[in-house]
């Protein structure tokens, strides 16, 4: 009886290095994630990068190594879906090492997401000018024109929630304003929005146009469970139905990028750190 014991101690030890190891090298091996989306409105046809959820982590020094992953994807332009900060963390030389890289390498746009704009609250940060002085540029709720080729279609950037938690439709806030400009704009244009939270906006997408959504914030729910998904995320709690991926909100695509980084101790399981390569054609 002893020796079974013993048998099953040794087992139970090497699957605990073994996950161990294995959540490691999910946290730290960035893996690249392909997606092709279909552009019906016009022959429009770019390539681009998802950065989200650095959280200050570094990839080489100064995050040249993620840099220069990004730089072999050739893409047309970049986005920045937030969270490149940690809250209550005031410094934001790691941001803005980044960003000038990637502005160097294409045209990158960024949005905000809630731990930028807890700092903002915090500390007074003006995250506008930080990031703007990059290179990069911040779409804090608005859109620009991306031409390429002579095709031309929106990016937007909503920096927070379409109608936050204690708003109501009726407020008139910038998020509100670009959200209605946004949505009307994608009836004759292909649109593509960048924001942070993908729980609180995916209703809402299902009444517009709007092509494509590209978000972060859920980490990929941390731990992804075979045939199941994800474990767990900020705002949806356990079992989220936005954890990571493709989603379809009744016409709009919605790509959910798994993020770059953790704000917890509990390891990424079957769950690599990413960036989103996405193909316009």
């Not at 392909?34 to 770019?46: E, H, I, R, W």
């Not at 970049?78 to 160097?104: E, F, H, Q, W, Y």
């Not at 915090?122 to 290179?135: A, H, N, P, Q, R």
Request: glycine share 8%; net charge negative.
């Amino acid at each position: 009886m002893k020796k079974f014991f013993i048998i099953i101690g040794a087992i139970i030890l090497v699957l605990f290095v073994a996950l161990v190891i294995w959540g490691v090298y999910c946290d730290n091996t960035i893996a690249i994630t392909n997606y092709s989306v279909n552009n019906t409105k016009n022959d429009a046809k770019l390539k681009f990068v998802v950065i989200t959820d650095l959280h200050n982590k570094e990839y080489g020094e100064k995050n040249a190594d993620l840099a220069e992953l990004v730089k072999e994807q050739n893409p047309d332009f970049i986005a920045v879906c937030g969270d490149m900060v940690n809250r209550s963390d005031p410094d934001t030389t790691k941001m803005k090492d980044v960003l000038k890289k990637l502005a160097d390498i294409a045209p990158t746009y960024c949005c905000l997401g809630n731990h930028e704009r807890d700092n903002a609250a915090e500390f007074g940060t003006d995250f506008k000018s930080e990031i703007d002085s990059t290179g990069a540029v911040l779409l804090d709720d608005e859109y620009i024109k991306f031409t390429k080729n002579g095709k031309s279609v929106l990016i937007g950037g909503m920096s927070d929630y379409p109608y936050y938690e204690f708003y109501t439709p009726e407020d008139d806030v910038p998020s509100r304003t670009l959200w209605e400009e946004f949505a009307e704009k994608a009836k004759d244009n292909f649109t593509i929005l960048l924001h942070h939270q993908p729980e609180y906006i995916a209703e809402d997408a299902k009444k517009t146009d709007i092509d494509l959504i590209v978000c972060g914030h859920t980490h990929g729910g941390q731990i992804q469970l075979p045939f199941i998904g994800g474990v767990i995320a900020p705002n949806q709690g356990l079992f989220p139905k936005y954890d990571k991926g493709e989603f379809d909100l009744d016409g709009t695509k919605m790509i959910v990028c798994a993020g770059l980084s953790n704000t917890v101790f509990i390891p990424r399981i079957n769950n690599q750190v990413e960036i989103g390569v996405i193909n316009i054609s």
